[in-house]
């Protein structure tokens, strides 16, 4: 399996990788700092640079049917030979726009007391859908989530057990997608120290490092999108 470098380190630009399994334009290395789509947040984009200086753009990152995060290159790229040694490069303006979107749905999460149905992450914007029948008010909530993001909380992330998981089922707020279990760990971020935790939940994302990060947002259309469901949109100003 792919080593999965973002897990432990978000900030990871560029790293040296050896390809291992080369199919049509999808390129398997033996660790990325990629991630791949999934949770709501889209792929990664960038560019893997050959030995010899040549540079093919990376479009896309997918997970393919075993698993192995796979680097979607440009169609009509000449893809690496397994066994080359590559380095790759994100899109990093990208990444880090959908790093601040990312963990401001956590705070959008923490700060509406309901279950979320859905979501999705883009790089300007996000959204969820909350188990609600009423709205939220939107300019209170919005002032809620800037205040939490002035106070400069610090984000950080560790493992727990699938038991420990198992045995408190309240740290899963997504109802629609479950964390991915049985390797024997799951790993959970946590905004705020735990004396005083603003956010604490089961993700495999990347997130900024401290919520002022994440710089000032905006409370969207509130959209009703079923009897029991409320879309809550999130913009970065």
């Known amino acids: ?60 990152t997918r997970k393919n049917e075993v698993g192995d995060i796979a680097h979607i290159l440009e169609e009509g790229a000449t893809p690496p030979t397994i066994g080359d040694k590559v380095r790759l490069f994100l899109n990093w303006e990208r990444r880090h726009r959908l790093m601040r979107v990312h963990t401001a749905l956590h705070l959008l999460c923490s700060q509406v007391d309901a279950g979320v149905t859905g979501g999705s992450i883009g790089e300007e914007k996000g959204r969820l859908d909350f188990d609600l029948e009423e709205a939220p008010e939107k300019e209170a909530l919005e002032a809620r989530l800037n205040k939490i993001i002035n106070e400069d909380h610090p984000i950080s992330h560790s ?36 004396a005083n935790t603003v956010d604490f939940q089961p993700c495999g994302g990347t997130h900024v490092r401290s919520t002022k990060e994440i710089g000032p947002v905006r409370i969207g259309k509130v959209e009703k999108k079923g009897k029991q469901n409320r879309r809550v949109n999130l913009h970065l100003v």
């Open 159 to 194: 493992w727990i057990t699938d038991a420990e998981l198992e045995a408190n089922p309240g740290l899963v707020r997504t109802m629609s997608v479950k964390p991915p279990m049985g390797s024997g760990k799951v790993r959970v971020v946590r905004i705020g120290i735990e």
């Open 1 to 60: 399996m792919t080593e999965e470098l973002f897990r432990e380190d978000s900030y990871l630009s560029e790293v040296e990788a050896t390809v291992e399994l080369v199919s049509e334009n999808a390129v398997v290395c033996d660790q990325t700092n990629f991630y791949a789509t999934g949770g709501g947040q889209p792929g990664d984009s960038g560019v893997l640079r050959l030995k010899d200086g040549t540079e093919l753009r990376i479009v896309d």
